[in-house]
């Protein structure tokens, strides 16, 4: 079984969001593939729940045709997931989280991660644990708000 963090997977959605000019974030399967990639499309589709890690999650549940991700699916995000999608990720029981900037980066805008995803993890573990790696690859992202 493949070891997270991975840098490989986190790189390339590092390169998307500056070319995306969104926060990104994706589901992984057992072997580190790709499952599926969400942007964030909260101006676009007029839809506050947009984020990328709820369109990551929703895609790879709707190629699975499950409600909840099998064992060993983690998901990446260049972002710190918001409480809305760190809820997510307890009930689409993914095994783990890897994410990269955090709003501590994120210029003069108010943190609207008011609660973080450590503690809404840990907040919800009675109903599913999830394994967190923060701050990962921070170096390569922290600019992009600044
Ligand atoms: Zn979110």
């Not at 974030?25 to 890690?53: C, M, Q």
């Amino acid at each position: 079984m493949k070891k997270h963090p991975d840098e490989h997977i986190m790189q390339s959605l590092i390169e998307l969001q500056r070319t995306e000019h969104s926060i990104i974030a994706a589901v992984i399967d057992p072997d580190h593939n790709i499952v599926a990639i969400g942007k964030t499309r909260v101006l676009e589709d007029h839809d506050p729940t947009a984020h990328a890690e709820v369109i990551a999650i929703r895609k790879a549940c709707q190629l699975l045709k499950k409600h909840t991700l099998p064992k060993g699916y983690w998901i990446y995000s260049t972002f710190e997931p918001c409480p809305l999608c760190s809820a997510a990720i307890i009930w689409s029981e993914l095994d783990g989280v890897v994410y990269s900037n955090n709003p501590t980066y994120r210029g003069n805008e108010q943190n609207w991660s008011f609660i973080s995803c450590a503690e809404v993890l840990q907040s919800g573990a009675y109903i599913h644990e999830v394994v967190l790696e923060k701050d990962f690859l921070i170096d390569e992202i922290k600019d992009y708000f600044i």
